[in-house]
Nanobody, 121 residues
C-alpha cells in the first residue's frame, strides 16, 4: 500500500557529489521521521542520516559536514545531498520511514528498494 522509491545513485569519482531522492507514495495518512541507511558489502546496515517531521536532523559521525538530509513534507519526499564523497561511502543506500495509512491504524515501517552509490576513480 505504501512504497518508497529511491533515485539518484550512480558512479562518482572521489570528491564528487550526488543527490539521492526518496518519494513515498500510496495510502498515507501521516509520516514520521525519514532516514537514509547504507549497507556496504560484508558490513551491517547503518544509519547515515535522519530527519524528523519537524526538521530536526542527526547524522552518522562519518558523514557529518559532508552530507545534508532534507525533506519536502508536501511531496512526502526526503533527499540526501552527498558532497566530498569518499570510496568508503560506496554502498547501497536505503530510504526508511514509518507511516500511518489511517488514523485507526498504527505505524508501519517501510523500506525502499535501495540505490547503489559507487565512489571510485
Amino acid at each position: 500500500q505504501v512504497q518508497l522509491v529511491e533515485s539518484g545513485g550512480g558512479l562518482v569519482q572521489p570528491g564528487g557529489s550526488l543527490r539521492l531522492s526518496c518519494a513515498a507514495s500510496g495510502s498515507i495518512f501521516s509520516i514520521a521521521a525519514m532516514g537514509w541507511y547504507r549497507q556496504a558489502p560484508g558490513k551491517q546496515r547503518e544509519l547515515v542520516a535522519a530527519i524528523s517531521s519537524g526538521g530536526s536532523t542527526n547524522y552518522a559521525d562519518s558523514v557529518k559536514g559532508r552530507f545534508t538530509i532534507s525533506r519536502d513534507n508536501a511531496k512526502n519526499t526526503v533527499y540526501l545531498q552527498m558532497n566530498s564523497l569518499k570510496p568508503e561511502d560506496t554502498a547501497v543506500y536505503y530510504c526508511n520511514t514509518e507511516v500511518r495509512t489511517s488514523a485507526f491504524f498504527g505505524w508501519l515501517e517501510v523500506w525502499g528498494q535501495g540505490t547503489l552509490v559507487t565512489v571510485s576513480s
